[in-house]
């Protein structure tokens, strides 16, 4: 039979950050996962305008001036 080793003080705390930076990692990756699926609902019009096609006149006009 096994004994269960008493923590110290340090030792305990340890453990406590230990498993709080593990929840923070799957709390992240969870906010990471509802911002991808939530960026994938968008058109890619509606994040990133195309360019405004310029007439030939347009053109011509632009580099004149």
Avoid: G, Y
């Avoid at 990692?25 to 968008?42: A, C, G, Q, R, Y």
């Avoid at 058109?43 to 030939?56: A, G, M, S």
């Amino acid at each position: 039979m096994m004994e269960k080793k008493i923590l110290t003080r340090e030792e305990q705390a340890l453990d406590w950050l230990k498993s709080e930076i593990e929840k923070d990692k799957m709390e992240l990756e969870n906010n990471k996962k509802k911002l991808v699926d939530s960026i994938k609902t968008f058109q890619k019009e509606e994040i990133v305008k195309p360019p405004k096609k310029l007439t030939l006149w347009q053109k011509i006009k632009k580099a004149l001036l």
